[in-house]
């Protein structure tokens, strides 16, 4: 694990050359692929670090991520806009990810957790477009550190308790009482800030629409995993107290998912409507994360990777627009059918990935969540059919509104696409449909 720590070290010295460290993070990310192919619990563990399967797919999702993030924000290259500075910010924040994810040790995972933020932070406030970022990077920082230290709390009384903070040596609090459940909340309320949940969501759409391309794709591709993650690590630790609090984290996600799905069918900001299709999308993750099972868990995951893959792309399609348009407003970039019919077919397929139609990630993840969830409890279908209807209602919304209707009329001539924007679409659109392919080969060898 520590080879490819360094060769994340390694990148900084390659921040010049924006093209070569474009091919480092690629290859870094094949590389990762091919060696790591056995069976995964907790090897190649050197000096704290290791991975199992799931931080196996988060890694190679950071580094999938970043490497198309360096690729889509060529125009900071081509205007000599501290490119050096982007890219020492990229391979930082890229560093920050693999620690979070390889560590097995709380206290790291914690400092490693805590410190993407000022990497993001950064991209927001230096590469933003407006003045408003500020207010927006505020929103960010003040509402992850309002969760950060309580849960620094649970780790040192954890340590405490338990003399260790080791992954999977750490005893379990099976009480349930109220010192159980302060200490419990404490813990995952850091979590559900980044996911993020619905009642603490309000930093996410402010981020994104202040915030340039490449944060975020960074924040809709690697950033929102860090909080499902998060949970997946810790929820081992409180096995009573979560079986007690599953209802209501159930009952918080399909609700507030559904409450955001409907938000989204009135908003005329493409950012801020997938910004909020995102929020609705962790509902269901939530939901997932909270069953204790096989299921749920694996579901959240594929859902989390194939979210990752399928909302970055549609930032970067927006960016895009933006770039040719000069606004995110619906109203105003309308008709994007006759004014760039190349990429539209990008636009269709892009959609039908959001709201889960074959053969996406997103689909077979969204099955497992709704057979889990349905079989924990069959009152919950209501919730899991709202929040489906409307995640297609607010993918056709946007869809038909920015592709149909007569396009704004200063509006002449335009380039319909580089070269350089279909590759980075197609790599985003190739992982998302065809891993599902892996699934199934093995159900059908099964």
């Known amino acids: 694990m520590l080879k490819y720590l360094f060769l994340g070290v390694l990148m900084i010295f390659a921040v010049s050359e924006w093209n070569v460290l474009q091919a480092l993070v690629f290859v870094g990310s094949f590389l990762f692929i091919f060696s790591l192919g056995g069976g995964f619990h907790f090897n190649n563990l050197s000096l704290g670090l290791g991975v199992d399967w799931v931080s196996y797919i988060l890694i190679l999702l950071s580094f999938w991520i970043v490497a198309l993030v360096v690729k889509s924000s060529q125009k900071i290259s081509d205007t000599y806009n501290f490119e050096i500075l982007f890219l020492f910010t990229c391979v930082a924040l890229l560093v920050s990810l693999i620690m979070t994810f390889c560590c097995t040790d709380y206290l790291l995972f914690y400092i490693c957790f805590e410190s993407s933020l000022i990497p993001t932070l950064i991209l927001i ?30 780790f040192l009384l954890m340590y405490s308790v338990n003399g260790s903070l080791t992954f999977n040596l750490a005893a379990a609090c099976s009480s349930v009482g109220f010192v159980s459940f302060i200490w419990y909340f404490c813990t995952f309320f850091a979590f559900a800030v980044k996911l993020p949940m619905f009642t603490v969501h309000l930093w996410l759409p402010k981020a994104h629409v202040e915030a340039p391309v490449s944060g975020s794709m960074v924040l809709a591709g690697v950033l929102l995993k860090l909080g499902g993650y998060g949970m997946i690590r810790v929820s081992s630790m409180f096995l009573g107290v979560g079986r007690e609090m599953s209802f209501g984290w159930l009952s918080l996600g399909l609700m507030g998912g559904s409450i955001v799905s409907v938000m989204c069918l009135r908003q005329t900001d493409m950012k801020a409507l997938i910004a909020y299709s995102s929020v609705a999308h962790m509902g269901l993750v939530l939901c997932g994360l909270m069953l204790f099972s096989l299921v749920g868990v694996g579901g959240a995951v594929v859902v989390m990777v194939g979210h990752g893959l399928c909302s970055s792309c549609l930032f970067c399609l927006t960016n895009m627009v933006y770039e040719r348009v000069g606004s995110r407003s619906m109203s105003v970039s309308k008709g994007l059918l006759s004014f760039m019919p190349s990429m539209s077919l990008w636009w269709f397929l892009l959609s039908a990935g959001n709201m889960a139609a074959p053969p996406t990630l997103n689909l077979l993840g969204e099955i497992n969540l709704i057979m889990g ?27 038909s509104t920015s592709q149909h209707g007569k396009y704004f009329s200063s509006l002449f001539s335009c380039c319909s696409g580089q070269v350089r924007e279909y590759l980075v679409l197609m790599l985003h659109w190739l992982p998302l449909n065809m891993v599902i392919l892996n699934q199934v080969c093995y159900y059908m060898c099964s």
């Open 373 to 399: 969830v349905v079989s924990w409890s069959k009152s919950c279908f209501l919730g899991v059919a709202c929040l489906s209807f409307f995640s297609a209602a607010y993918t056709l919304y946007m869809f």
């Open 125 to 154: 406030l230096g590469w933003g477009y407006q003045p408003e970022r500020v207010q927006a990077g505020i929103y960010m920082l003040f509402y992850t550190l309002f969760g950060s230290l309580p849960l620094l709390v649970s």
